[in-house]
């Protein structure tokens, strides 16, 4: 079956400090993949998303991730965090035909110190 | 993208009693769909609305308890009934399938976060 692990709860970085946060997942097939964002009182943003082609991947606000197939990896990257990206952060799966079904992990809640 | 609105935004409710949570979206989709974010938790897919039919619950969610209507390509409802403190939650809308974009992204509502004493 699908999953998706993100094995930090929390996470504390310096204002200015480069950030990496972890996803593993699980998934007979090529996956597609998500990262998305929750800022307190919002809904859920898109930051990125991988289907095929560059492992590499950019996305909006300065972040990126990159797929590793042999690790079941995507983990997401910001080389320098703003106090704005407090947040939690939810990789995620999709399955089903066209990737119509998304599985959550179960988030990343990033603070950043002044 | 898509811009997704919901109504209401919050609600306290008393147990026993039913709401009625609207989704909007500003373009025709081809996919909506209703996710509970319990408390500190994670999203969990609720349903698949299908506009048209009958929706397609996922395990652990019955249509007694979450009846959805899906009258056209960009309006869904979703009704909590006979509520329970348990079912107290943020309840998501998001949709699928945009014209241009595909059925890959999905784009989310705020959320309804719902109280129930």
């Known amino acids: 079956a699908q999953s998706v692990t993100q094995p930090d709860i929390h996470i504390t970085v310096s204002e200015g400090a480069s950030l990496e946060l972890r996803c593993n997942y699980s998934?007979?097939?090529?996956?597609?993949l998500f990262w998305y964002v929750q800022s307190p009182g919002q809904g859920l943003q898109l930051l990125l998303k991988y289907f095929s082609g560059d492992t590499l991947v950019q996305g909006i606000k300065g972040f990126e991730a990159e797929f590793k197939r042999s690790q079941s990896s995507f983990n997401l990257r910001k080389p320098s965090v703003h106090w704005s990206d407090a947040a939690e952060y939810f990789c995620a799966v999709g399955a089903g035909s066209s990737a119509s079904k998304i599985i959550f992990g179960s988030g990343t809640r990033l603070s950043i110190r002044p | 993208s898509a811009v997704i609105s919901q109504k209401p935004s919050r609600d306290i409710c008393q147990r026993g009693t039913s709401l009625t949570i609207q989704c909007q979206v500003d373009?025709?989709?081809?996919?909506m769909f209703w996710y509970r974010q319990q408390p500190g938790q994670s999203l969990t897919l609720i349903a698949t609305?299908?506009?048209?039919?009958?929706?397609?619950?996922e395990s652990g969610f019955v249509i007694d308890k979450f009846p959805i209507s899906r009258p056209n390509l960009t309006f869904s409802t979703l009704t909590v009934s006979n509520m329970s403190p348990e079912d107290s939650s943020i309840y998501l809308c998001?949709?699928?399938?945009?014209?241009?974009?595909?059925?890959?992204?999905?784009?989310f509502g705020p959320g309804t976060r719902l109280t129930v004493l």
């Open positions: 609305a299908n506009q048209g039919s009958e929706a397609t619950y």
């Open positions: 998001s949709a699928g399938g945009l014209a241009g974009v595909g059925t890959d992204t999905q784009y």
């Open positions: 373009s025709q989709v081809t996919m």
């Open positions: 998934y007979g097939a090529t996956p597609y």
